[in-house]
């Protein structure tokens, strides 16, 4: 791997990562306002994060499996902030019930 | 009060004094990168360097300590069994705890004998203190797990959270044991060596923060137990099961087999999903509270501890820890800022969040507020952002004009250590690290005296039979 590779590469996973957290935290908070704009941006927080992947599989020297767990988590990242949302929120209803 | 509370206020006072002692001896770790022949013969680099990664250690262990003794007889409604063991061994602990350092600082290394080991050094990273210490160490360790399984025998009651803790002590003080074997092949003692510092601050640690942060949002906001035991069993499963074999991603340049590498890349490149689980349950909290809570200290050094793991384990994390990155970046000032922004999010803003919370109960204190917690908490922050960015740029330095394009030889070392992004980036991790210290002693400032004046006005509360 080139130094300019190496570099490219693994700042395109830490972004990767942070358009994650920043999607949780945007996606949370919409939620929690009944905000859409905010959830919006979180989407596009989402949005920003498949297209990195995609840069990351197409132009990065990683080795095909690990495009491929890439691609993989980049699917799976879209469920999680929904989806705990929904399991905190059923769960704090049902013991408000 | 119960007389264990009181053994958490002593472990809270020397957890915050040994965290004093980890920062000077990061600062004067952080002067031998500007002046590499500071104290030369006289006290080395790596006595430094030894006496803040210990302290460290230390300093969360006995906070996490002192936790458990403050939440423990709340939890079960009863004293804890066997509590004058945990008093006496509190001192022995302490005592031990400073003639280790005193013995790292005036004798500092002895010959390749027993009697080193047994005395002077023990010679394994993070684990150094001397064997006699190092018995000691185990003998609190074991109390520890006596005194909570015992109270919570005794109640004849079992919750969620105490359950998980229980379960999770078993580890903590097995793997401890890995500190002991004579291993002469060097490969065969990193391998296991790893055992113990990859399990315990990767895997039991979560799992023993997460059933305090359980505790303390029950505390905080008044979270329900259903709530947070729930989401505690869903974190603990997803922590363990992408921390337990993320080992391998430790497993580089050791002549461990190569598949290692694979199974510790692909396990921690998980390790953020369960993370940003806990950033969104953070905020979800945090929303559900309208952000309002009697205790602000506490209440945002929680959501540093949810954001801060999130960015320093998982952020840090995730950028090098697959094998074709990890190759270059392993064992560079990169992996110390991954390491001091994950510990610092995961695990010491925990502590910090709890020790507040005590601080309220103890003080009677109905609204928990002042000015000094918010210099306290931005210059720690602060400080600690400015660290890792400076440590974060002094990495990439090495990975690129040592690894990348030196070929990992000496020279290629020594001229990636003289570049100048790397001493500038040392520069500016030691004045960020001056700020770090600026903002401990508003911390310790503020755990003085918050509260103080509520307190004489409140009525103090009645102490339990």
Sequence with gaps: MTSAALFATSAALGLLVLLGGAYGVLYALGAARSSPSLTGAGYACYAGQLLLVLVVCLGSPLASLWKLFMAVSGVVYGFIPPATWRLLDSIHHNQLQ | ?465
């Design chain 2, 1 to 465: 009060m119960y007389r264990s509370q009181k053994l958490a206020l002593r472990y809270f006072i020397a957890a915050i004094t040994l965290f004093g002692v980890m920062i000077a001896a990061g600062l004067l770790s952080a002067l031998y990168y500007i002046d590499p022949a500071l104290l030369y013969n006289v006290f080395d680099f790596q006595m430094a360097k030894i006496l803040h990664i210990d302290t460290l250690i230390i300093w969360l262990l006995m906070g996490f300590i002192g936790a458990v003794y403050w939440f423990l007889p709340k939890e079960l409604g009863r004293e804890v069994v066997g509590i004058w063991v945990a008093e006496l061994l509190f001192y022995v602990f302490c005592s031990a705890v400073a003639v280790v350092a005193v013995v790292f600082v005036v004798v500092q290394y002895g010959g390749s004998n027993e009697f080193s080991m047994w005395f002077i050094n023990q010679g394994r990273k993070y684990v150094e203190a001397p064997r006699w210490a190092a018995v000691g160490v185990v003998a609190v360790v074991l109390t520890f797990v006596f005194n909570v399984t015992a109270t919570a025998w005794q109640a004849r009651r079992i919750t969620g959270v105490l359950g998980v803790l229980i379960l999770d002590l078993v580890p903590l003080a097995v793997l401890y044991l890995d500190a002991f074997p004579k291993i002469t092949n060097m490969s065969h003692d990193l391998y296991w060596w790893w055992w113990l510092v990859h399990m315990w601050v990767e895997a039991t640690w979560e799992v023993l923060i997460g059933c305090l942060m359980a505790w303390s949002l029950m505390e905080l906001m008044g979270t329900s137990r259903r709530i947070v035991e729930t989401w505690l069993y869903i974190e603990v499963m997803l922590v363990l099961g992408t921390g337990i074999l993320g080992l391998g991603h430790h497993y580089f340049w050791i002549g461990t087999p190569q598949y290692w590498l694979s199974i510790g890349g692909f396990f921690s490149a998980l390790e953020p999903l369960p993370l940003l689980g806990m950033v969104v349950h953070a905020v979800y909290d945090a929303g559900t509270h309208h952000m309002k809570t009697t205790n602000r200290p506490a209440f945002y050094w929680v959501l540093a501890e949810a954001f801060g793991n999130f960015i320093g384990a998982g952020v840090f994390g995730f950028m090098m820890t697959l094998p074709q990155i990890n190759l270059y970046s392993h064992g560079t000032q990169w992996t110390v800022s991954h390491g001091h922004f994950a510990f610092w999010g995961a695990y010491a803003c925990g502590v910090i969040a709890i020790m507040y919370l005590v601080l309220q109960r103890t003080r009677s204190a109905e609204h928990f507020d002042s000015r000094a917690w918010k210099w306290g908490f931005g210059l720690l922050n602060l400080g600690l952002v400015g660290m890792v960015g400076g440590l974060l740029i002094a990495g990439i330095t090495q990975a690129i004009y040592e690894r990348a394009e030196g070929g990992s030889t000496l020279q290629a070392f020594v001229a990636a250590s003289e570049h100048p992004w790397f001493r500038s980036a040392m520069y500016a991790r030691f004045i960020f690290g001056i700020v770090f210290a600026l903002g401990y002693f508003a911390l310790v400032y503020d755990l003085l005296a918050i509260g103080r004046r509520a307190a004489v006005a409140a009525p103090t509360q009645a102490a339990p039979a």
